[in-house]
């Protein structure tokens, strides 16, 4: 199969130590990354959290670009970052979106 951009949905924690999200420790992230499967665009998205001292806790809603856009509309901002993965083979994530949990 061909990789192609994906999208999903990223729950992640913060591992202790981190400090990027400051007192809170857990966030949800749009997340895009090349893939060419489901099972593969999981893997970079948990590489990629892993290297910034998360886990990923779960993905949702994961599809490819061209077919979300399909189905509906996608924010301007989510297809800029869908073009710098593109242009970088890097994956990228949304701002998180936090709350402070035990």
């Known amino acids: 199969m061909k990789e192609e951009v994906w999208i999903g949905l990223a729950q992640l924690s913060q591992r202790p130590g981190t400090g990027v999200l400051m007192d809170r420790n857990l966030a949800y992230a749009t997340v895009l990354g090349l893939a060419d499967s489901a099972d593969s665009f999981k893997k970079v998205v948990g590489d990629a ?17 061209r077919v979300r856009q399909l189905r509906c509309e996608v924010p301007a901002a989510a297809l800029r970052l869908a ?10 994530f949304s701002p998180f979106y936090t709350w402070i949990s035990e």
């Not at 959290?49 to 670009?65: C, H, I, S």
């Not at 073009?83 to 990228?92: A, G, I, K, L, Y």
Request: proline share 4%; hydrophobic share 35%.
């Open 83 to 92: 073009s710098e993965v593109s242009d970088t083979r890097e994956v990228r």
């Open 49 to 65: 959290a892993d290297r910034m001292g998360f886990d990923l806790l779960e993905l949702e809603e994961e599809e490819p670009v």
